[in-house]
């Protein structure tokens, strides 16, 4: 598990992120809350070599991907640089940030 929080739809097994009552997929209400499983992969990814605040600057800097999680919800995340699109991460909570790391 990796500990970031999902919705589960209980009528036709959609999952979400953010906190909604209905389901965006079919208008079904009382959504379940589930961790995503932790897999995923990278749809998008950039490296960041100037930190925006200097406590988030790291020699080499660090990469931002947009990654799908194998729940089919597309989430923003920290990363090492170097990865690519298409490469299969694994995502865990690191600060309570979900942050991808390549499998
Ligand atoms: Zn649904």
Known sequence: MSGVALLKCRACGHHWQF???ACPACSAINPQPVEAA????????TSV???PLPEWDVPGGYGIALVTLDEGVRITCRTET???IGDVVRVT???GLPHATRT
């Open 19 to 21: 906190r909604r009552a």
């Open 38 to 45: 932790g897999g995923g992969t990278v749809w998008s990814v």
């Open 49 to 51: 070599h100037r930190a």
């Open 82 to 84: 170097g990865l690519a």
């Open 93 to 95: 909570l690191r600060d």
